[in-house]
């Protein structure tokens, strides 16, 4: 029977169940607000980054991960002799294992991740899918039953409908996942999906759901304290996907508005709640093009892209789990929660593209950091890249404030009042052509070399800030700028034909883009002037 609570109390000190650039992020954060940190490392990661930062480093046994981080007999004899008050488990590894969660309460140490209970409730994706149903919260339609026979997954396929997914019901990460658009190729993907699901997860079960094409990936954090307080922290798409796993995240989502964020923040502590979630955690939705959305699976742990979410609301995760775990309540109610600019995060593989993306291991020739943007690694300059673990060494974090958009909008404005005085210049040029023709059209043709500079410079932050109608061409900049400063101030009193007048600007502009470098078919392609 597994313990519904995580032993909240305070504590001093704190032992890091992980390694790489995860116990590096803890480490950083929990030796801020004071913890003593105990790092754990195997013979492969002796001399590694978190080993260096922490307070105390332990030895848990040989490379394989059998003998080092996933031993829990291990980790907590390193957490006995060094007295360790809690442990906290990262991501990967045990940080969604029911059991080691029970044996670290077990031990009389405080947990910092959500109870025992609630980990195995969503641990398995057929289970987890009953208790959403039970809790109102949608789910993608599917067929889930104990050991089904290849004749009753038929039937179920050509109810639901295909194309359909096969997916293992205990595990994630893309393993063990197959898609299916006919009965025909239904057996071959079952048994296959069966075979590597067992293999990464000991245990063969599978279940089929309908798959949503074209959906995207968007996911929930959500954060829930021992009081029974849950709120969510917006959300984060993750469609950029490689073999099933993720590679590139950003929040807030471009597909997700208020009032769909909303929605889906409800339905996301729905989830939570159904399983009386404590600490941090992440509902992971479908979103199909219409808007409908559809529980994927909840992830028990804080999530590899939390940095994403870190940067648009302004709160430390890592800091929150550890208040949390204190027993102290949440430290933001959600009328507090806001959306602040935005932010991608790129994962950082040590893998050879040539082949496949196999794991490329080995000792480390050149490593530099770039300093004007958020790196979360664990790595030395003098380092090595053990073959023993994940390929993912680092995550480079890009963010814009809402500060830097006004910067942008500033920026728009003053090229769209540069542009409009160079249309007034270009509309007394036009005049005096009509009296001196050589000097008045040598001087329209420079003005307008020098307006599609200035115009095309509008359209490509325009473009970048999203606008419904992005500025795609110079041809569509001087028709768009004509008509609402030329048409609305001096086209009637001067009596020009705003057409003609265009059409005259227009003429000039196959010589300007020449001479300027300028690329039509792309409104963020860079140009000289």
């Known amino acids: 029977m597994y313990s519904t609570t995580v032993n909240a109390r305070p504590f001093d000190s704190l032992l890091v169940a992980n390694r790489g650039e995860i116990a590096c992020r803890i480490i950083r954060t929990a030796q801020r607000l004071g913890y003593r940190t105990i790092a754990v490392f195997s013979d492969a990661d002796e001399n590694s980054l978190h080993t260096q930062l922490a307070d105390t480093a332990v030895r848990l046994g040989p490379a394989e991960v059998s003998e080092s981080y996933l031993n829990v007999e291990r980790l907590l004899h390193a957490a006995t002799i060094t007295g360790a008050e809690a442990i906290i488990p990262g991501y990967g590894f045990l940080s969604e294992n029911a059991d080691f969660a029970q044996a670290v309460l077990d031990a009389g140490l405080v947990w910092v991740g959500p109870p025992p209970a609630a980990i195995d409730a969503m641990g398995n994706k057929a289970t987890a899918k009953a208790r959403m149903h039970e809790a109102n919260v949608p789910c993608v339609p599917g067929f889930s039953e104990q050991n089904p026979s290849i004749e009753a997954l038929t039937n179920a396929a050509n109810n639901i409908g295909f194309p359909v997914l096969v997916k293992a019901a205990a595990g994630g990460g893309g393993r063990g996942m197959r898609r299916v658009d006919s009965a025909n190729d239904l ?73 769909l964020r909303t929605t889906m923040g409800a339905a996301a502590c729905a989830a939570a709640r159904a399983v009386n979630y404590v600490g941090a955690g992440t509902v992971e939705f479908l979103l199909a093009p219409d808007d409908s959305f559809y529980f994927l699976e909840m992830n028990t742990r804080l999530q590899v892209e939390h940095p994403v979410t870190e940067c648009v609301t302004g709160f430390d995760l890592v800091e929150w789990q550890l208040r949390i775990a204190e027993g102290q309540p949440l430290p933001a109610d959600q009328s507090d929660i806001t959306l602040t600019g935005h932010a991608i995060e790129v994962r950082l593989y040590a893998e050879d593209p040539t082949k496949g993306g196999l794991p490329q291991p080995g000792p480390i020739t050149l490593y530099d950091a770039p300093s004007n943007i958020r790196v979360d690694d664990g790595l030395l300059p003098s380092g090595a890249i053990p073959a023993n673990y994940d390929p993912m060494v680092a995550k480079l974090v890009a963010a814009i404030s809402v500060v830097a958009v006004e910067v942008l909008v500033a920026v728009v404005l003053a090229a769209a009042v540069i542009a409009t005085a160079m249309l007034l210049v270009i509309t007394f040029a036009v005049v005096v052509a009509e009296a001196m023709p050589a000097t008045g059209v040598a001087v329209a043709t420079v003005l307008v070399r020098a307006l599609v500079c200035a115009a ?74």
């Open 456 to 529: 095309k410079l509008a359209g490509t932050f325009v473009a970048v800030l999203r606008v419904n109608e992005p500025i795609t061409a110079p041809r569509m900049a001087v028709d768009l700028l004509v008509d609402a400063f030329i048409g609305s101030t001096l086209g009637d009193r001067a009596n020009i034909d705003v057409g003609v007048l265009a059409d005259m600007i227009v003429n000039a502009l196959p010589r300007a883009i020449t001479a300027f470098e300028i690329d039509t078919t792309d409104p963020c392609t860079t140009f000289r002037c």
């Open 187 to 259: 057996e071959a993907a079952v048994l296959s999906a069966k075979r590597e699901a067992l293999n990464a997860f000991g245990d063969d079960s599978v279940l089929l759901e309908r798959l949503v094409e074209y959906g995207r990936h968007v996911e929930l954090q959500v954060f829930g304290d021992t009081q029974g307080h849950v709120i969510h922290l917006g959300e984060r798409d993750c469609s950029v996907q490689r073999r099933h796993q993720k590679v590139i995240e950003e929040a807030p989502s471009p597909a997700v508005d208020d009032a």
